[in-house]
């Protein structure tokens, strides 16, 4: 699946690591352009995990109009193809208003696959998922491994703790016989194929990680342990994916004894700088991404002119 070249053509993008800064230049940006914000994080889709997620407020929803985000209860399940699916629709529905599509977050997957195109594959075989998370629970890390064995370029790509991930994989091949990693290469648009103005957010390290640390801090203020709290008492309860999201894991492991709440507070704060290297690292392998350096210095406002400076017409 591929968003159409008429449409994409008229997208603008901007991605970067958790914390770097995105949502004040993204709201800039689009009064400057004339655009509306569709969120390109895979954890803004989810309703009620609004802390942990670091959503942009009401307010900055209602300054500019955001979409893609709480489309989804936590128990739900959302595929990739389904992102671009729905992104395709809201992204050529803005255009239909004479206004620019503007993809905001730092979900490299979703970056990729607007940008490249997406592989459906076979319908889900629920009873294989099943059994692969007993694997799993019983052995973990097993399916990783298992991954390896059958699929090494995805493997390569994928973090052992995104289960979702590695178990379509597994199912892919389990239903095809066929690497996930060769059918995606070849659905995929070439990047020469991508026109638009896509950028990304290169942060100094060091002041990143302080701001990271400063955002983890923010969000045990704002009440982080309740929200999670309140997840776990949902009927039905959230999926693994859903909890397996920054912030939601530790919490999860903390309410549940595994670990104190100083201890949860500074788990988060090293896997949220662990992620942030991961993104960094989808970023630059994405020849279509234009880097705008931040310093620490520059406004909002700065960042976007740099923007608009290296924007095509």
Not at 31 to 46: C, G, K, N, P, V
Not at 239 to 261: C, F, I, P
Request: contains cysteine; hydrophobic residues 35%; aromatic residues 6%.
């Amino acid at each position: 699946m591929n968003v159409p070249p008429e449409i994409l053509s008229q997208c603008w993008f901007l991605a970067g690591p958790t914390a770097v800064g995105k949502t004040e230049t993204s709201l800039l940006l689009a009064e400057r352009i004339d655009a509306e914000i569709l969120s390109l994080d895979s954890m803004a889709i989810y309703r009620q995990m609004d802390i942990g997620t670091a959503k942009p407020t009401t307010a900055e929803q209602q300054r500019v109009p955001h979409h893609l985000i709480d489309i989804i209860d936590p128990d739900e399940v959302f595929s990739t193809a389904e992102y671009v699916r729905l992104a395709t629709q809201v992204a050529s529905e803005i255009v239909s208003r004479g206004r620019s599509p503007l993809f905001v977050g730092g979900t490299g997957l979703y970056l990729r696959s607007i940008l490249r195109g997406v592989f459906e594959g076979p319908d889900a075989d629920w009873e294989y998922r099943l059994q692969l998370e007993a694997e799993e629970e019983d052995n973990p890390g097993c399916l990783h491994e298992k991954l390896k064995d059958c699929d090494p370029i995805l493997a390569e790509k994928l973090h052992p703790n995104d289960l979702r991930r590695v178990i379509r994989a597994l199912e892919v091949y389990h239903q095809t016989g066929i690497p996930l990693s060769a059918q995606q290469q070849q659905a995929a648009r070439v990047p020469e194929e991508t026109s638009g103005n896509v950028f990304w957010l290169h942060p100094e390290r060091d002041w990143l990680y302080e701001r990271i640390n400063r955002r983890v801090d923010l969000m045990f203020e704002q009440g982080l342990v309740e929200e999670v709290r309140g997840l776990l008492e949902r009927d039905p309860p959230p999926s693994r994916t859903a909890l397996q999201g920054l912030g939601y894991k530790e919490m999860v492991e903390h309410l549940n004894g595994e670990m104190t709440l100083e201890e949860a507070r500074e788990m988060i704060k090293v896997r949220t700088r662990q992620f942030a290297k991961r993104q960094h690292t989808w970023f630059r392998n994405l020849p279509e991404c234009q880097e705008i350096k931040v310093t620490g210095n520059q406004s909002p406002l700065d960042l976007v002119d740099e923007i608009i400076v290296h924007s095509k017409p």
